[in-house]
């Protein structure tokens, strides 16, 4: 079988897989966002953490809820990786200093995964697992409780109640991300990832080199970091690591954790608004730029374009043999398009129009199908500035499934779309313009500047790959990065739940003759073209910059 | 008695004992549970598919590795280390030194760096003289570092243009080394998941066990 025809066939099994997953899974996570029946286990959790599972909160609890969760959790996250030394199972790596830990604590609780050290070197099993592991599960759930809000701020009426933060985080850690993580870690295990507390063993080669071979709890945290959209490898090398992605097989299995939850989303949206048509027209605007970057990229890279590629006859640097050219451009475009970050291949050595797609889409905002949660809820927004759009070219006041889109509501959807796009900017800005900062830059002239807008969109889209030839390890980069995260995870969060609390308080207007409807091909287009022109009028200068640049110079 | 805390306070108890709570739950009891289960079901890859060759462990089929010849002087850092012509040779690697299992990644050379477009120059001529082949037929993943840098196979192509060298070097015949590369050629996964590759590390160890 040739290599294109192996490479379409594979993502035609992933969109198969993905489609059979659509409808159960969707209808799941609405139950689980829905019900108001407690498992047993969960009441005995609400009772420890002290929580009435049945009490609703108003938008400013909920939101007080999601940030103390969150600074608790870089705090403990903090302190365990400067506590490492004297604990379990840390394999007598060296201290990390005070601004790297920081930056990671909040790269894991911001669900970006952002890696300034490398994990094998850096990191001890008890911190992986009881640290950053957890962040993987706990953010994740963070992202999926923060779009149930929103969605109840559609499906509720004339109240100031968006649900209880606390059931909603217990409940998809338990009934969703634990147990489809337990079978793909074993799934995982089986396919050749390590799973077992070893540290280095040494052995000596065949040709009599000492190799020290690792070990780790790797496949239990694989499974999360890809389900989660989180991204951050075990390894140094991520999923291009033969023990985290050891085949063909464990690479599609990959894949598809990374975009099973985004993508079933719409669906949980739909049932939960009670129309599955808008779930469908969602789902198709995030598949749509799924399928077309997806295409684009793969195409960029069989092209291998760029002096040193086309010296190699195949654009080959930083990918394994195991996975060739489609299953790297397949895992490329899907981890950022999700705030994924982790990689099978290395971006900085992709072609100049291969990177520059990586990097375009995560200044999508990561919404197509973006993170778990956070994909969606970016979406929602994106939905209503579409329809608000609409409704100024027919001059009347725009609602959405029933709901207003007032000077309020649009106030906070604005606030949401600037927020990014702000910290990616002046970051890059800042950072071209310290000497020092530049000095940190691999490669030099356009892809250099590639190296460094790509460090600050991933940071503040929470994507978390990097074009990793630019040094990042440094008191400034670890710290302006570390603010980039975590503001463009909360900033976007906090303009969310404000957006959700006015929408639940609304009385619903029944539809008329002049509603747009929006679940129809004609929004589709809509919601499609005004993503392309919100990203596009926003960083086609940096794009221009870098990527195209050097694109058009090779 | 003293006033309760105030609100915002007593949220972050509750955050905290909440964090606690799932750290017991996800971060300890679900992976313990999922290492036991792979130990006992899974034992042999869960451990990292270690390799013997006479009993004793030579690596993982999983983990690339060098196939140099020993250094002049073991103790200087800046000799080059220089391919063992009895081997099939791997890719080259940015791990470390090379194929450093402790130290996995990838150069980060962008497209168009000028010095990976030397390095791609360098290795087509050494991998062509090295081989004995032309150096327009030289695959590309010869002349690339892999992403991990511990990429543990090669393209049929690579391994095919390396039997005559080695054929030579051991005194077997070239035919019987062809076949032994086809037996060691994996097809993709279900027939079309990822690529084709030839394992350097489970070749090389057949190599050595022909008489």
Same mark, same amino acid.
């Given at each position: ?303 291998h374009s760029g002096s040193a590629l086309q010296a190699a006859g195949a654009a080959m640097e930083g990918k394994e043999q195991r996975f060739g050219i489609a299953a790297s451009g397949l895992f490329a475009a899907s981890t950022t398009l999700t705030s994924t970050g982790a990689v099978n291949s290395f971006h900085d050595s992709f072609t100049p129009f291969g990177g520059g797609i990586t990097v375009f889409n995560m200044m999508l905002g990561e919404i197509a199908p973006g993170g778990t949660g956070s994909g969606l809820y970016g979406m929602l927004v994106l939905a209503i500035v579409a329809v608000f759009v609409a409704g100024l070219m027919v001059g009347r006041t725009p609602e959405y499934l029933g709901k207003k889109l007032g000077g309020r509501e649009m106030k906070f959807a604005s606030l949401y779309i600037l927020t990014t796009p702000t910290i990616v900017l002046v970051g890059t800005g800042v950072a071209m313009a310290l000497p020092g900062e530049r000095a940190g830059m691999l490669n030099s002239g356009a892809h250099g500047f590639s190296e460094v807008l790509y460090a600050f969109t991933s940071a503040a889209n929470n994507n978390g790959s990097a074009f990793g030839g630019i040094t990042v390890n440094t008191d400034w980069y670890d710290t302006a990065l570390g603010l980039a995260m975590i503001f463009g995870r909360l900033l976007p969060i906090v303009f969310v739940l404000a957006l959700a609390g006015s929408l639940a308080q609304q009385q619903p207007v029944p539809a008329t003759p002049g509603t747009l409807p929006t679940h129809k091909p004609l929004f589709v287009g ?29 | ?26 971060? @300890? =009891?679900?992976?313990?549970? &999922?290492?036991?289960? /792979?130990?006992? %079901?899974?034992?042999?890859? *869960?451990? #990292? +598919? ?76 050494? @991998? =062509?003289?090295?081989?004995? &082949?032309?150096?327009? /037929?030289?695959? %590309?993943?010869?002349?690339? *570092?892999? #992403? +991990? ?63």
């Open positions: 079988m040739s290599s294109t025809l192996a490479g379409w066939m594979q993502a035609l099994a992933l969109v198969g897989a993905l489609a059979l997953c659509y409808r159960p899974l969707g209808d799941y996570i609405a139950r689980i966002l829905t019900t108001p029946r407690h498992l047993r286990a969960e009441r005995g959790i609400y009772k420890v953490i002290g929580v009435d599972g049945d009490a609703d909160q108003r938008w400013p609890v909920y939101l007080r809820s999601v940030l103390a969760f969150s600074a608790v959790s870089v705090l403990f996250l903090y302190g365990l990786i400067r506590l490492q030394g004297y604990l379990l199972l840390n394999l007598g790596v060296p201290q990390m200093a005070g601004h790297q830990a920081w930056n990671t604590a909040i790269s894991f609780v911001a669900n970006t995964n952002w890696q300034s050290y490398g994990g094998e070197s850096a990191m001890g099993h008890l911190v992986q697992m009881a640290g950053l592991a957890v962040q993987n599960f706990v953010s994740a759930a963070v992202g999926i409780a923060v779009v149930a809000a929103l969605i109840r701020g559609f499906t509720r009426n004339r109240t100031d109640r968006l649900g209880n933060f606390w059931v909603d985080l217990v409940r998809i850690n338990l009934r969703l991300l634990l147990p489809i993580s337990i079978v793909f870690a074993l799934v995982l295990a089986a396919s050749g990832v390590i799973q077992n507390f070893h540290g280095f063993h040494e052995v000596t080669n065949l040709a009599g080199d000492v190799q020290k071979i690792p070990g780790g709890p790797v496949a239990s945290q694989e499974v999360i970091k890809l389900l989660g959209t989180n991204g951050g490898g075990f390894f140094n090398a991520n999923s291009a690591h033969p023990f985290e992605n050891p085949n063909g097989f464990s690479n599609l299995v990959e894949v598809f954790l990374l975009l099973v939850i985004p993508f079933a989303l719409p669906r949980t949206f739909g049932r939960m608004v009670g129309d599955n048509r808008q779930g469908y027209a969602i789902v198709a605007v995030m598949g749509l730029f799924w399928v077309a970057s997806t295409a684009l990229l793969t195409f960029a890279e069989s092209q809509l919601l499609s073209g005004v993503i392309l022109i919100v990203v596009g009028l926003t960083y086609f200068p940096a794009l221009a910059l870098g990527p195209i640049a050097e694109g058009l110079t090779s | 008695m003293s006033k309760p805390l105030p609100a915002a306070v007593r949220t972050h108890f509750t955050a905290l004992r909440a964090l606690l709570v799932l750290t017991v739950i996800l971060g @300890v =009891a679900y992976p313990l549970l &999922v290492t036991g289960i /792979s130990q006992v %079901a899974f034992s042999e890859k *869960a451990n #990292g +598919s270690i390799v013997k060759a006479d009993g004793k462990e030579v690596g993982s089929s999983l983990i690339g590795q060098n196939f140099n010849l020993p250094k002049k002087n073991p103790d200087d850092p800046k000799e080059e280390a220089q391919p063992d012509p009895k081997w099939f040779q791997p890719r080259p690697s940015a791990a470390g030194t090379g194929y450093d299992a402790s130290s996995s990644g990838a150069s980060n050379q962008g497209p168009n760096s000028e010095d990976l477009l030397k390095a791609v120059n360098d290795r087509r001529a050494a @991998v =062509a003289a090295f081989d004995g &082949v032309d150096p327009a /037929s030289v695959p %590309a993943d010869a002349l690339t *570092a892999s #992403g +991990s840098g511990l990429d543990p196979d090669i393209s049929p192509a690579y391994a095919k243009e390396q039997v005559n060298r080695v054929a030579k070097e051991r005194g077997l015949p070239a035919d019987m080394l062809n076949q032994l590369v086809d037996r060691y050629t994996e097809s993709r996964p279900l027939g079309f998941l990822g690529n084709e590759a030839v394992n350097v590390v489970l070749l090389n160890k057949a190599l050595s066990e022909q008489k």
